[in-house]
């Protein structure tokens, strides 16, 4: 069972904590029939400083989470406009960070992530044969990366495969198929680009574009070319590997019976468990819904140009995050599936780095160094055209990943990138796409991300070898990259 989740029953902080919410529910309602006949918009705002005030005094939710739950409220509610509302945060990327945060390391504490592995692995499918199974290892990794980082991926999952290797008699360094595992818990995580929040550069990307050109790229646009790159790459990481050390594959097999003797041990999933994996699907479900509604009913249907509006990214993450603060959950320590004290120990330096990249960028373009480098650069290599800058840009951005975050590498590049866009007079989008989506493509060195210097740590990957195989992934990255957006995004009407 996951740390801090024991077996007794606590009901009594739970039934506590429901009383309490259900008061400051009540302290809601009555504001909002209390401010009945007052001028429009003061009466939301008003019911939702009323909900704030009784969820503070009670603490009824962490003092942190009730202030993002509050400011999340006045925009769904009350129809306050997201970048004023957030202002006080920096920008809306920053809570939407935090609340997707909140929910990865909810599937972490929980161990719903690890049990999603281990029941992928019990398929018959992924563990009929070597490379079916280093298949599934990649699948997996990808999949959970999709929405929590790929450093506590990667980190979750190298146990998992060290345990694989064990059970197969694959123990030495520099064996073949112990150096495909390893570097596909590392690709695997790596490659998924497929959601806004499953990297940073993904939303640092969303938000220069927003910023500079007006153009708004939602959820489900966005996977429009994310997720078939995010399959390509899956593909082309296990096909690398499987032809650079196919000869390595060990002499036994693993038997079905490891994954399954496995994921009884966990036994039945935990509360928590339920209760994270409920916000998941709410989280994704919430995500995708005011793009579906667009499609469904048209920019012009009210209700489509409500959710547009009111359910935006960050409103859901923190909507989302909140639920694990209050979803109650038996067996739990504070009687809910997630603790302050867990909650506060996300990834705060990312976020920061992330703010910091944002005022860097804003500085860039409001002084016009970002037009002027661009100009520069545009003249220095002769690139005018859209796709010319696009696939300089993916170079770029694959080429100062292997030296620097893909954080920092995305905010590094983007101001510049699309200044040189705007210099040449061409539509930005794309090649800011491109940088983002390659800086995350940077799979050469053990100091290129944190989750080659994971798998580095092992033991089992000799630097020769994490080269010679991530400078082949690193030129199919770049070119896959170009492909879809260069097919896709025309077709979508973002170039």
Known sequence: MPPGYNTPCVSKPVTSRTIKFAAAVGAFALAWFAGTGLPEGQQPVGAVFALTVVL????????????????ALLVLIAGIDE?????????????????????????????????????????????????????????????????????ATTAMMLPIGLGLLKAMGVEQRSTGFAIAVMLMLTWGSS????????????????????????????????????????????????????????????????????????????????????????????????????????????????????LQGRLTAAVTALLVGAMLFLLPTRGAESGTTLTWKQ??????????????????????????????????????????????ITALGILAAVILSEMASNTASASTLLPVVIGIAQGAGVNPVPPALGVALGASFGFMLPVSTAPNAIVYSSGLVPMREMMRSGVVLDLLGAAATFACLRVILPLIGLA
């Open 83 to 151: 970048k004023q509302a957030f202002a006080g945060y920096g920008d809306p990327i920053v809570p939407l960070f935090i609340g997707s945060f909140l929910l990865a390391k909810a599937m972490e504490v929980t161990g719903l992530s690890e049990r999603i592995a281990w029941w992928i692995l019990n398929q018959r499918w992924a563990s009929g044969s070597p490379s079916r199974l280093l298949l599934a290892l990649g699948i997996i990794g990808c999949l959970i990366s999709l929405v929590v980082s790929n450093t």
């Open 56 to 71: 503070w005094v009670t603490e009824a939710l962490p003092l942190t989470i009730t202030a993002l739950l509050s400011t």
């Open 191 to 306: 490659v998924a680009v497929g959601f806004p929040v499953g990297t940073p550069p993904n939303l640092i990307g969303i938000a220069m574009i927003e910023r500079s050109t007006g153009t708004r790229i939602g959820f489900v646009e966005w996977m429009q070319f994310s997720m078939p790159l995010t399959a390509i790459m899956t593909l082309a990481s296990w096909g690398v590997l499987r032809a650079m050390y196919r000869r390595g594959d060990p002499p036994e097999r693993l038997s079905p019976d490891h994954a399954r003797v496995r994921l009884s041990e966990l036994g039945k999933m935990s509360p928590a468990e339920r209760n994270t994996l409920l916000a998941f699907v709410a989280a994704i479900v919430l995500w995708m819904t005011p793009d579906l509604a667009v499609f469904a009913l048209g920019k012009g249907a009210v209700l489509a140009a409500w």
């Open 343 to 388: 909650g506060a120990s996300i990834d705060w330096g990312t976020i920061m780095l992330f703010g910091g990249g944002i005022v860097l960028g804003q500085a860039m373009f409001s002084s016009g160094l970002a037009e002027t480098l661009g100009k520069a650069a545009a003249q220095a290599t002769g690139v005018d055209t859209m796709w010319g």
